[in-house]
């Protein structure tokens, strides 16, 4: 049995019961599950339906986002996200570049990278390099004045730790950048990269080993096996290539907002809705958000 869950903007709600309705009748579903009024339904199907990626083109026209899961194992255990461009609404290195002069240039960089069609760790290293002789003290600005959480994540947090569920923040990114936004969020732990300073200010240097994709899968591996729970059990959420590992071992791996390349290689794609539609992947109702 396979769940298709149909969801849209919640701030601009726009899915459409006739539509839904009429996908249902014509992949013979069951009964539509209401989980949000006009924002997210759900309704079960016997097997995968051949012209699967014709519909989902169809309701991407429609401002709706389509996702088929197995149904008995749609709710997880565990989240496993990443920060930039997902918990979080920018790229951390590039906000830190618009500080020190090479916005431009690290922006691009950073697109391709996130695209995969640059070595991520090289690409890291060169972007950090162009950091060098900023102020320690310019982090904290950057943080205050520029960083703004993705919608629907406090409550993404909050509703699936009421349910037994753990949360790890795994980032190519900054831990001085990664230790706030997992605090704010109520993650339980969180990595990433270090930014080297010495005497308040930064050397343009990234501590080793980097964290990159590899990283990301062994934070999976490990923290599931910490935990005594499956990799089946978790779900795990980016939007960029060096995501593109954990997304492929979770249980369900959602490309949100996701890179062209990266949706590509995923199945599970959230191009219209918030981080509250990763709790209405897992079955929850709006009303039983916390």
């Not at 240039?105 to 900023?134: P, W």
């Not at 790890?168 to 300073?197: H, M, P, Q, W, Y």
């Not at 490990?222 to 059990?233: C, H, P, V, W």
Request: net charge negative; proline share 3%.
């Amino acid at each position: 049995m396979y769940t298709v869950t149909l969801l849209t903007n919640p701030e601009t709600p726009a899915l459409q019961p006739a539509a839904a309705d009429a996908l249902r009748n014509a992949w013979g579903g069951g009964d539509i599950q209401w989980l949000a009024a006009d924002e997210a339904c759900a309704f079960n199907i016997a097997e995968i339906p051949e012209n699967r990626w014709q519909v989902w083109e169809d309701m991407q026209a429609l401002k709706t986002d389509m996702v088929i899961q197995p149904t008995a194992t749609r709710r997880k255990k565990m989240l496993l996200a990443d920060m930039d461009s997902t918990m979080i609404q920018q790229e951390c290195i590039d906000e830190l570049a618009e500080e020190a002069g090479v916005g431009a240039h690290v922006k691009d960089i950073t697109a391709r990278a996130m695209n995969g069609e640059l070595d991520f760790e090289g690409a890291l290293t060169e972007r950090v390099a162009l950091l060098k002789g900023l102020p320690e003290s310019v982090i904290d600005q950057v943080l205050q004045t520029r960083i703004t959480l993705m919608p629907g994540g406090k409550t993404l947090l909050a509703t699936m730790k009421a349910n037994g569920g753990y949360a790890a923040l795994v980032s190519g990114g900054f831990t001085a950048f990664t230790a706030k936004v997992a605090a704010e969020l109520g993650f339980d732990e969180n990595r990433a990269n270090t930014l080297i300073a010495e005497n308040g200010t930064l050397t343009g240097e990234v501590g080793r080993p980097i964290l990159g994709r590899e990283a990301k899968v062994s934070a999976l591996e490990e923290i599931s096996k910490r935990l005594g729970i499956s990799e089946a059990d978790v779900l795990a959420v980016g939007d960029g290539a060096n995501d593109l590992g954990m997304l492929g071992r979770a249980g369900t791996g959602v490309a949100l907002h996701a890179k062209p390349s990266v949706q590509a290689q995923c199945d599970v794609r959230v191009n219209f809705g918030d981080l509250t539609a990763l709790l209405y992947l897992q079955g929850y109702a709006k009303s039983e958000f916390v």
